[in-house]
C-alpha cells in the first residue's frame, strides 16, 4: 500500500471514530442536556443527577416495617422526593433517558387520547423489554402496531372472552385440587403456600388453553424461559443503555440469547403442532382464527402469543397475589364476598352469565389495582414538539404517567386514600374519584390494554373458585415489600394460609 492509501485508511477509520464518539455525546449527552434545560426553562425541574435508576431490586432496601399501602415513598423513592421538591410534576432520568414524570389526569388525557400520535413506546422501554415482547403488539409502533392491534384486540372483545371461561374454570379446578391435597398432605386443617408462583403457572395455562385449545402444554417451560429472561433483563438494565452492549458475545447477552431461542422455539412448536390440528370449523381459538388468515405470517402468530404468555403471567399473577393478601387482611370483606360467591353459584362452576354478577370481586380487585397498579408505571417518548396541558413538551423527551402517584392522590381521593375501601368502587369506576381518569390501571386511549376484560372475567372467576374452595388468612411469614420490576410486586412472594372449606 502506498503513503497516500495508508492516510486514506487512517482519515476514514479516524472520522468514523470521530462520528462514533460525536453521536454517542449527542445521543447520550448534548440532546438529553438541551430537553433538559427546555424544561427547567418552564420550571420544571427534578433530581438533578443522571442516572436515576427507577427499579429498587438492586438495592437491598428493607422490607416495609409495616403492612401500609401508603407506597409511594417505598417503590418510587425518586419520585416521591421529587414530588415533595419540584411537585407532581417533575423531571427525572431514566437510564439516560430524560423523562417528565406526570400524575396529573389533565396531561395524561393529552397524552393519551388527545395527542396519542405525538408519543410512543420509547427505545429504552424497547431495549429492557424486546426479549420478551420482540415484534410482539405491546412494544410494535406506527403502522406495524396499528396492523397487529386489528388483528389481536378483537379476539378479547368482551363476547369472546365469555367463551373463555369454561377453559379459566377447567384450568382453576385443577389448581384448587392440586392445593387441596396439599393442604390434606400436611395432616392439618390448614397450611401455608405461596401462592404467587402459583397464580405464574396458572396465568400461562390459561393463556395456553384460551389461545391454543390445550390442554395439556408445556407452561412450565414457557414460564422458566420468560423468567430467566426477566431476570437477566433486570441484571443487565444499569448497562443495558451503552452503545451495542447488547450485541456483545459475552456472559449475559450469550445466556439471554440462549434461552431467548429456548423460547421462541417452543412458542414456534406450539403454533406448529396447533397448524397440523386445523380442521374445519375447529379453529375458534385464539391462535386457530390467527391461522386460519391468510394474510397473517408466522412470526406475527409467535410473536403474539409470546406476548400473550407474558402479559398474562406479568401482569396477573401480581394482581391476584395481592388482592390474596387484601382477602386475608379484610376477613370481613373476605366474607361479603364468599357470602356472594355463595349465592350467586350455589357450589357449581362459574358460568359466563355468573361473571357480572360477582360484584363485590370486582370491587376488591379494582381497589387492589388501585392500591398496588400492576403498571405502576407507563412510559412514552414525544417524537413530534407537543403540548401536554400547557407543558411544552419537545421532540426526544420522554414522558412517564406515575400510576402509583395518580392512585394515591389525596387531593382525587380524599382522605381515605391508603385505606382498602373497595366500597369507593361501587357505582363503578368513572366516579369512584374527582376525577374520571383518576384509576387508570389499564391505561386509556388507542394504546389501551388489550387484556382489560380478559383480565377482569380471569381474575373473578380464579377469586371465586378460591373464595368457594378455601378460607385465606394472613401468614406469619409475610413480608411487605412491594417492588417495580417493571410491574409492581410482591418482592418477598405472597405466603397464605389456606384451609378447605368444610363443607364445600
Ligand atoms: C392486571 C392485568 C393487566 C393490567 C393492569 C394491564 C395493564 C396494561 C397497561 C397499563 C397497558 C398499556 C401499556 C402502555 O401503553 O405502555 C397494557 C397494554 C397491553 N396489554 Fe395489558 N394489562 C393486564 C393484563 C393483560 C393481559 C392478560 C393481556 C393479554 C391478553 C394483556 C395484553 C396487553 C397488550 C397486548 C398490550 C399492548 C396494547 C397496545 O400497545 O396496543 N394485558 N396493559
New binding site residues.
Given amino acids: 500500500m502506498d503513503v497516500i492509501s495508508v492516510l486514506l485508511v487512517a482519515l476514514v477509520l479516524a472520522l468514523s471514530v470521530l462520528w462514533m464518539v460525536c453521536s454517542f455525546l449527542m445521543r447520550y449527552y448534548w440532546v438529553p442536556s438541551a430537553l433538559r434545560a427546555v424544561m427547567e426553562k418552564q420550571g420544571i425541574r427534578g433530581s438533578p443527577n443522571p442516572p436515576n435508576p427507577i427499579f429498587d431490586v438492586f438495592d437491598g432496601k428493607p422490607d416495609m416495617k409495616e403492612i401500609s399501602h401508603d407506597i409511594l415513598p417505598h417503590v418510587l423513592p425518586w419520585a416521591a422526593q421529587n414530588m415533595k421538591f419540584y411537585g407532581n410534576v417533575h423531571l427525572n432520568w431514566w437510564l439516560r433517558e430524560p423523562r417528565i414524570v406526570i400524575s396529573e389526569p389533565k396531561m395524561i388525557w393529552d397524552l393519551f387520547m388527545k395527542k396519542h400520535k405525538d408519543f410512543v ?1 420509547s427505545h429504552f422501554i424497547k431495549l429492557l423489554s424486546d426479549d420478551i415482547f420482540h415484534k410482539g ?2 412494544l410494535a409502533n406506527g403502522e406495524a ?1 396499528a396492523r397487529q ?1 386489528q388483528i ?1 384486540a378483537p379476539r ?1 372483545y368482551i363476547d369472546e372472552v365469555k367463551a373463555m371461561v369454561r377453559a379459566v374454570n377447567n384450568a382453576t379446578s385443577q389448581v384448587m385440587a392440586k392445593w387441596e391435597a396439599f393442604v390434606k398432605d400436611s395432616g392439618d386443617v390448614e397450611r401455608e403456600l405461596d401462592v404467587q408462583v402459583e397464580f405464574m403457572c396458572l396465568n400461562v395455562d390459561v393463556v395456553a388453553r384460551t389461545t391454543l385449545g390445550l390442554e395439556d402444554n408445556d407452561f412450565q417451560n414457557i414460564l422458566k424461559y420468560n423468567i430467566t429472561l426477566l431476570k437477566l433483563q433486570n441484571d443487565q438494565e444499569t448497562w443495558s443503555w451503552l452503545p451495542f452492549a447488547r450485541l456483545i458475545p459475552f456472559g449475559i447477552n450469550v445466556e439471554r440469547w440462549k434461552v431467548r431461542k429456548q423460547l421462541n422455539d417452543l412458542v414456534r412448536k406450539q403454533v406448529r403442532e396447533r397448524r397440523k390440528k386445523m380442521t374445519e370449523g375447529n379453529n375458534i381459538d385464539f391462535i386457530g382464527k390467527l391461522l386460519d388468515n391468510p394474510d397473517v405470517r408466522e412470526d406475527v402468530i409467535v410473536a403474539e402469543l409470546k ?2 404468555y407474558a ?2 403471567f406479568i ?2 399473577a401480581p ?1 391476584l397475589s395481592f388482592t390474596m393478601l387484601m382477602l386475608a387482611l379484610y376477613p370481613s370483606w373476605q366474607e361479603k364476598a364468599r357470602q356472594e360467591v355463595d349465592q350467586v353459584l350455589d357450589g357449581e362452576v362459574v358460568s359466563p352469565k355468573d361473571v357480572t354478577k360477582l360484584i363485590t370481586i370486582e370491587m376488591i380487585l379494582q381497589e387492589t ?1 388501585r392500591l398496588y ?3 405502576p408505571l ?2 412514552r417518548v414525544c417524537i413530534k414538539d407537543s403540548m401536554l396541558g400547557d407543558v411544552f413538551i419537545p421532540k426526544g423527551l420522554g414522558v412517564s404517567v406515575n400510576v402509583v402517584a395518580l392512585h394515591h392522590d389525596r387531593d382525587l381521593w380524599g382522605d381515605d386514600v391508603n385505606e382498602f375501601n373497595p366500597s369507593r368502587f361501587k357505582n363503578g369506576t368513572a366516579t369512584a374519584a374527582k376525577h374520571p381518569m383518576a384509576f387508570m ?3 386509556y386511549g388507542v ?6 376484560a ?2 377482569e372475567v380471569q381474575c373473578k372467576v380464579i377469586i371465586a373458585i378460591i373464595l368457594q374452595r378455601f378460607e385465606v388468612k394472613l401468614s406469619p411469614n409475610y413480608r411487605h415489600h412491594p417492588v417495580i420490576t417493571g410491574p409492581l410486586i410482591p418482592k418477598n412472594g405472597m405466603p397464605v394460609i389456606l384451609k378447605p372449606r368444610q363443607n364445600f
Avoid at 394504546?447 to 382489560?452: P, Y
Fill in positions: 413506546k403488539l405491546f402496531w392491534r389481536v378479547y406476548t400473550l402479559t398474562g401482569s396477573l394482581l389495582l397498579p400492576t403498571m407507563i412510559p390501571p389499564f391505561a394504546r389501551t390494554c388489550i387484556g382489560r380478559f383480565s
